[in-house]
Nanobody, 125 residues
Framework: QLQLVESGGGLVQPGGSLRLSCAASGFTLDTYDIVWYRQAPGKEREGISCISKSGSTTDYNDSVKGRFTISKDNAKNTVYLQMNSLKPEDSAIYYC??????????????????WGQGTKVTVSS
């Protein structure tokens, strides 16, 4: 079965950390850009970070730059999002998505081949 599965969400206090995982099954990530999105209640989906197929380039939305780190382990066929210094406004459902990487630099694609089911992150005291 071809799918992406996110995990690692949960409840954390402000200032805390979480690490999200995005594991691929049925296909390998070494030809795909992976993008993390999030969507909070009542808000539009927001692209927050991407990593290229090779893992050599990354990008971050200004809202998470300096706090979040995206990484890729092709051997484990998994992408990670390390989230530090979490704020209540980071609360959302986080999704990963995969699209064939065409360039050296990762991009936020208009369409994706695969989406995960989402994992919920709640930042609250």
């Amino acid at each position: 079965q071809l799918q992406l599965v996110e995990s690692g969400g949960g409840l954390v206090q402000p200032g805390g950390s979480l690490r999200l995982s995005c594991a691929a099954s049925g296909f390998t990530l070494d030809t795909y850009d992976i993008v993390w999105y999030r969507q909070a209640p009542g808000k539009e989906r927001e692209g927050i970070s991407c990593i290229s197929k090779s893992g050599s380039t990354t990008d971050y939305n200004d809202s998470v730059k300096g706090r979040f780190t995206i990484s890729k382990d092709n051997a484990k066929n998994t992408v990670y999002l390390q989230m530090n210094s979490l704020k209540p406004e980071d609360s959302a459902i986080y999704y990963c998505a995969a699209a064939h990487g065409l360039f050296r630099q990762c991009v936020y694609h208009r369409e994706y081949d695969y989406w995960g089911q989402g994992t919920k992150v709640t930042v609250s005291s």
